[in-house]
């Protein structure tokens, strides 16, 4: 047994050792991650209410005002507010990198293909209010290439008749702001999407 008891403690010197380097290394690893790791969320969706009173619709979408202003704000109103979201909590950490995507559910009417091709534009706000990207870009309903795609789409839509009714509706994705990185000074506080219809009309699209 006296044999036996300098083993018994060493081994548990090492295991006592073992276990503190593992303690050590999970707090270790825990405190790189706050340090170092962004703390924003991985998915932030918004939904766009837009001002059909303008000749080019307008909707805009706050990231650090207060939730109860996520139902349909008057522009004006909002605007103004969106000068005290310096005050509040921004939405990433700064240089945490993120994209910006726009989708638009567009209904196949009649009136939608009459508009053909339009422009949306897009700008990021910062929280004190100030516009510091900009992005524009053409887009239009997706039609079936051949009359073979428009029979098969036809026969679809005639076979969801009793389920939904008639009206098919289109969602257009548009990433317009990719691998952008968070910036300390300028922290992201809302974006503003424009509707222009193209040269030559004055409808815009419609949008459900």
């Known amino acids: 047994s006296r044999f036996l008891e300098p083993i018994a403690a ?3 010197a090492i295991i006592f050792s073992l276990f503190m ?3 050590l290394s999970v707090v270790l690893n825990l405190f790189l991650r ?3 790791l962004p703390k924003g969320p991985l998915h932030y969706q918004q939904a766009l209410y837009f ?3 303008q000749p080019s619709p307008v909707a805009i979408s706050y990231f650090t005002l207060p939730p109860a202003l996520d139902s349909p704000p008057v522009l004006k109103a909002a605007e103004a507010n969106l000068t005290t979201a310096a005050s509040l909590p921004r939405l990433m950490t700064a240089r945490q990198q993120y994209a ?3 989708h638009l559910l567009m209904p196949e009417t009649p009136l939608n293909e009459a508009v053909g091709m339009f422009q949306v534009g897009v700008e990021l706000i910062s929280s004190k209010g100030e516009v510091f990207a900009k992005h524009s870009q053409p887009c239009m309903l997706r039609y079936p290439g051949s009359w073979t795609k ?3 789409t036809a026969a679809t839509r005639v076979s969801r008749i009793p389920l939904r009714g008639m009206e098919e509706v289109q ?3 548009l990433t317009v702001f990719d691998a952008r990185v968070e910036s300390r000074r300028q922290p992201l506080g809302g974006v503003r999407v424009t509707l222009q219809p193209r040269a030559g009309r004055r409808t815009p699209p419609q949008l459900h």
């Open 100 to 102: 910006v995507s726009v």
């Open 51 to 53: 001002d059909y009173t």
């Open 150 to 152: 428009r029979v098969l």
């Open 10 to 12: 060493r081994v548990v």
């Open 21 to 23: 380097l593992l303690c």
């Open 34 to 36: 706050w340090l170092f």
């Open 171 to 173: 969602d257009i994705g």
